[in-house]
């Protein structure tokens, strides 16, 4: 059993880029939740997809956005990048509303 | 709303001693609550989880975790600490029965650092 990727491990961006993240789902689920977690703080809830639409978002702009695709794997774009989005982003898969299984995490960086 | 509250940054014990990592929680309705732990520069493991029925909880490496109801805790306990145990430790709460979009968002709390000292 494969549990949850993300790629890519590491990204450096400027300032106003935008970025993409991958995360394939663990197998047999089918929800996506992506996580930002700051330098000494605890995961922050961005938005979750099940089946393919957006169930549910924490307290982040617009310019997060998501997408989850038919074989469940997700993308989290953030558009207009700013210094304060540099976190480690975190993708947790799990069976509709059951345990969250995470992800290493994607190590993002803003200069 | 919902939170959780980890009163301690950082718990130091020596190894063979028991330790524990304290958690209390706010949440509508009964909750359902979870121990992860993050190791430098990964991701977060499932350590356990409380739904309901038995207030103690076990899990993964030895870890388990008592539910209080009524002082809203959930502690993550384990009766003799090792070295490679350091690392860090979050709880997170969410409701058991959700009420619409975004509803089973897990909340964490901001992490204890537990250092074990050989």
């Known amino acids: 059993e494969t549990g949850v990727t993300q790629s890519p491990t590491h990204l450096i961006k400027t300032r106003g880029q935008q970025v993409t993240l991958r995360c394939s789902s663990q197998?047999?689920?089918?929800?996506v939740s992506w996580y930002q977690q700051a330098l000494g703080q605890g995961p922050q809830f961005i938005f979750q997809?099940?089946?393919?639409?957006?169930?549910g978002r924490g307290n982040f702009p617009p310019r997060f956005s998501g997408l989850q695709f038919p074989n469940y794997s997700s993308e989290l774009n953030v558009n207009a990048l700013e210094l304060d989005d540099s976190a480690l982003y975190l993708c947790?898969?799990?069976?509709?509303?059951?345990?969250?299984?995470f992800g290493p995490g994607t190590r993002l960086t803003v200069l | 709303a919902q939170s959780v509250a980890q009163p301690e940054d950082q718990v130091n014990v020596a190894e063979g001693n028991p330790l524990t990592v304290k958690c209390t929680y706010s949440?509508?309705?009964?909750?359902?609550l979870f121990w992860y732990v993050q190791y430098p520069n990964r991701g977060l493991q499932f350590l356990l989880k409380?739904?309901?029925?038995?207030?103690l909880v076990k899990g993964s490496y030895g870890f388990e975790a008592e539910f209080n109801k009524s002082q809203t805790s959930f502690h993550l306990k384990k009766p003799s600490a090792l070295v490679s145990d350091s690392a860090l430790y979050f709880c997170?709460?969410?409701?058991?029965?959700?009420?619409?979009?975004?509803?089973?968002?897990?909340?964490f709390g901001k992490g204890t650092k537990l250092s074990v000292i050989p």
């Open positions: 997170a709460v969410r409701a058991l029965r959700g009420s619409g979009a975004g509803s089973y968002q897990l909340t």
């Open positions: 197998s047999g689920h089918n929800t």
């Open positions: 949440v509508s309705g009964n909750p359902y």
């Open positions: 947790a898969s799990s069976f509709s509303t059951d345990t969250q299984y």
């Open positions: 409380y739904i309901t029925g038995d207030n």
């Open positions: 997809y099940y089946r393919e639409e957006e169930n």
